[in-house]
C-alpha cells in the first residue's frame, strides 16, 4: 500500500501543529507571533523548505507502514 501526502496536506497539518503549539505552550505574544511569521514566511507551499518538509513526511510515512507490514509477517501466533 502506497501513501502519499500532498503539499497541501503537510501544510494544514504544519498550521494546526504550528498554532497548537503557538496557544498552547505559554508562549508570550511576541513569541507566539515569531512562530506564526516563521511558519507563513518560510513554509509556505512551493517553497524549498516546505517541498523538502513534504518529501521527509512522504518518506518517514514509507518507512514506518513497511516497518509494521514487516512485524505483522514475522509476528507469531502462538504467542497470542
Request: glycine share 4%; proline share 0%; aromatic share 4%.
Amino acid at each position: 500500500m502506497e501513501v502519499r501526502f500532498t503539499d497541501d496536506e503537510i501544510n494544514e497539518a504544519l498550521t494546526v501543529i504550528v498554532n497548537r503549539i503557538a496557544d498552547g505552550a505559554g508562549l508570550t505574544d511576541k513569541d507566539r507571533a515569531m512562530l506564526k511569521r516563521w511558519r507563513s514566511s518560510k513554509m509556505k507551499l512551493g517553497s524549498d523548505d516546505m517541498t523538502e518538509l513534504v518529501e521527509k513526511a512522504n518518506e518517514d510515512f514509507a518507512n514506518m507502514l513497511t516497518r509494521r507490514q514487516r512485524s505483522q509477517i514475522q509476528k507469531h501466533d502462538w504467542n497470542d
